[in-house]
């Protein structure tokens, strides 16, 4: 009910006033007008020029105008104006002249009285380890292309591998990479690459009931409520766990991934073993820094640093600012929730307690109701 | 201010009426006036009989009047009537005449809006596995011994082996003894044991700078912010880790503690390898059943069960009674606290949509002033 959404925008700047937080938002041009735009994606059919779909790993493609992806929040077209050729295709298409070239970006302004950051993660970037072969070996994949893969209205429509789209019979995940690896700078454990393994090897297995899937591991952290049995299951479903170490990726001639392991014994041995395609189970970075921004500062990691991280988990270093989920260390959808409700109810504990002095400040009464700044900032 | 806390006492049986919970609770009798006694501990001193100390792992002796443990709130006295002589001395002793013999269990009634079940946990019972030998190798510990031991003011003073008070030179570790063990009815994980058995060898190996520390181990599971770090440390300060599934503990004719372990490599070896001491790392199992006393599911595992565990992990299959921490399965201490604000502010959510409908219902009014009922329930 008193919930405001924005989207495609950037936050430039918050400054810390005497009653709260003001936010300097910076609003994209979409060119297309959200109000007028319906959805109807009669645009992206006229549109002719095509464009690696990053929504799909870029294993699919979409047009220069689109609806970013199919549970997109709006449902409201947007111009990539890189690759537009302003051939005006989609304007003579829109029912509604939705279409808009001579949008400027927008400033708003937000008052609150209070903030909770949580702009979640990314994944490892793997330019930094190139022996692992990720965007130069066609068949090494990222464990969000094979989401795409898996998904019922993926790139293919099925499971077929980028290279040939021969049906893959033999695929391998390798955990960690991305992780516990200091020469990534990544020293940190991501918590959820052996259970996102786990779960996509089964649903591998169930698509393609011949494939042979091997998860190539340090060890399985199946820590959390059911997951230990979820990897037992997955272990009675034949799927392969091998403790060891990855030194490199290379392809043969068919273009096969061929992964170089260390096994994880006494005698270290050395294998290559040969799969039809590899997943890099990568990890989790911080999607957003707060330099120059808001005045938070983050930890060693990279995430916002949370002072008091093992009795009040959601502050940050500057009173009335909290933080939730993966902004502050990688944390799955579950923990994140919970995360999301202990920072609501710090946020609304430190509303109450301003609230109550910046009235009193102003007024000298004692009466509780908001002021203007904290009513933006309430829940 | 507004916070009653109630101590030594059992919830007999929580009913729901109209307006709220109604929990009818047994307040056992301690023989000490609660008021009167000040802590001073003189009564300790004057008792004859020792008694096993179960607070220190039955490594060290209480007397059959004592304040529980250094921590205990509140600090006051309280007698075991199963190992009291009634020889008097104490009550002779107590400056204030605290001593009362004759008390009997109280009946508190408590009304509350809302309930939050923070049960916490028990250690994983061995005695379904006695091939660990705990409880009949006298160098086979618990984990909470080990506590005891490496505390500044536990049993002895310093670390020793109980058997023959041998500064241990040897210690070994063994993971998952009591967790993802399906004979012993606890397939799941328990989160904390990688953590705290890699935490006691750090402290093992600071106080006893000799001590060569193994962990026998499946899967080293640091996912918390910093664990990863935690354990690479450990590993530099040269404690051994082994993946090895234990078989059984013996002891040799010193006592001194024998692991059989199967190295999980492809040759699966058998091997035994003799320690000083042993300590089982022993998993988390519920501390308490709601049965009969409180209408809430528990789940197969025996936990409270949170039937929306995604997306709403405070929740049981109750309206209004939410569940924070180890009562709804594994968990460490920050992990708790987070759940414990998350449920908090369910909770409060709770008395908000109820307070509103119960008191416009009782007088017609949309005013939103708590009834009774909640007030009691109110944090």
Sequence with gaps: ENITILTYCEVQQVSRGGEGFTARISKKPRYVDEVACTGCRLCEYACPVEVPHAFEGNLGAR?????????????????????????GRCEAACPT?????????????????????ATGFQMTPMEAKPEYGLGRLRNVLDPLQVERLLAPHGPYGRVLRPSDGKVPEKVAYVQCAGSRDRSLGVPYCSRVCCMYAIKQAMLLAGALPLVEVTIYYMDIRAFGKGFEQFYQNAKAMGIEFVKAKVAKNTEDAQQNPVVRIEVMEEDGRVEERT?????LSLGIVPAWQPDGVLSVETAEDGF??????????TRTNQE???VAGAAAGPKDIPDSIIEAGAAALE???YLKRTRRTSYTDATGSANCAPSTAVQAGCP
């Design 275 to 279: 799969h039809d395609m590899v997943v």
């Design 63 to 87: 047009k220069a105008i689109c609806v970013p992806f199919a549970n997109a929040f709006p449902q409201t077209a947007l111009i990539d104006l890189d690759h537009c050729l302003l051939c």
């Design 347 to 349: 946020a609304a504990a």
């Design 97 to 117: 002249g939705a279409i808009d070239f001579l949008q400027e970006p927008e400033e708003i302004e937000v008052k609150a009285g209070t903030i909770v950051i």
């Design 320 to 322: 009335g600012v909290f």
């Design 304 to 313: 916002i640093r949370t002072p008091e991280l093992k009795i009040a988990p």
